[in-house]
């Protein structure tokens, strides 16, 4: 239960930081000009710091109760300025509260995205089929680790994928993982391990490859049919470790991200 609910934490900080991204512009941009409109204001009306940034946030929403300076150019733009960046900031500001909005969507590209970006030292899993969907579970039940999927999305188990997704809160990649781009959008170079569990030996050798490639320090677990030809493309490559589909079964892979990461 305690970890559960640490789970839970995590998630809820990591998603209330990706929320408060999409706000930092606003924020930088409101703070630099009723800082810095407070500062002038004060100096040029001999008014209280505190009361020099009530009014420059005032002048922003056409409020303020300063008299306009008629003899003085410069501080005279301030009041054509400072309403034109409040309506800067109030447009940008609704445009980032809707990114937000569409950043609560488990199943948005945008939500899937901007958690990607945070993670470090991630497992990917590549193939959502049924051993690929065990070996989730089985992860998010028993480990803390992040996790990033790459599945091409467009077999009947497409409504299984986006419940589990939302379950786990977990991104997953519509795409072919054989292509670097694909990889890349996964976090390849920052993930710790990567698990290929295609049914299809050469394709998850090619993912491995690729996968090591762009990070030379992942650790690649394969699933293979072929026993044999596993064992040859383990001594011959440098695979972490080949599972075969005679062991596959969720726990083995989980134990060998385990006893390797």
């Not at 002038?40 to 009361?51: A, D, I, K, Y």
């Not at 064992?231 to 596959?248: A, D, P």
Request: with cysteine; net charge negative; glycine share 6%.
């Amino acid at each position: 239960m305690k970890e559960s609910k640490w789970r839970s934490f995590r998630w809820a900080q990591r998603e209330l930081t990706i929320r408060l991204k999409e706000l930092r512009n606003v924020l930088i941009l409101f703070l630099f000009v009723s800082f810095g409109g407070g500062f002038l204001l004060s100096w040029r009306f001999h008014l209280p710091f505190l009361r020099g940034m009530y009014e420059s946030v005032s002048l922003m929403f056409f409020s303020s109760t300063l008299p306009f300076p008629n003899n003085d150019f410069a501080f005279g733009l301030l009041w054509i300025i400072y309403p034109l960046i409040g309506l800067f900031g109030l447009a940008e500001g609704l445009t980032s509260v809707g990114r937000m909005l569409r950043l609560g969507n488990v199943l948005s590209p945008e939500w899937n995205k901007a958690v990607i970006e945070m993670m470090e030292d991630h497992v990917i899993i590549v193939g959502l089929g049924n051993v690929g969907l065990r070996v989730l579970e089985q992860i998010k039940k028993q480990t803390d680790w992040d996790v990033v999927c790459i599945d091409k999305h467009d077999g009947p188990e497409e409504d299984l994928i986006e419940e589990y997704q939302e379950r786990y809160r977990v991104p997953v990649i519509s795409g072919r993982a054989e292509r670097e781009l694909t990889l890349l959008s996964a976090g390849i170079t920052k993930a710790k391990a990567l698990m290929a569990l295609i049914d299809n030996d050469l394709l998850n050798l090619k993912i491995a490859l690729l996968a090591q490639k762009l990070n030379p320090e992942i650790y690649t677990i394969v699933r293979m049919f072929d026993v044999e030809f596993g064992e040859l493309v383990q001594s011959k490559f440098n695979i972490g470790e080949i599972v075969s589909t005679t062991k596959v079964a969720a726990p083995v892979f989980l134990k060998a991200v385990e006893e390797q990461v």
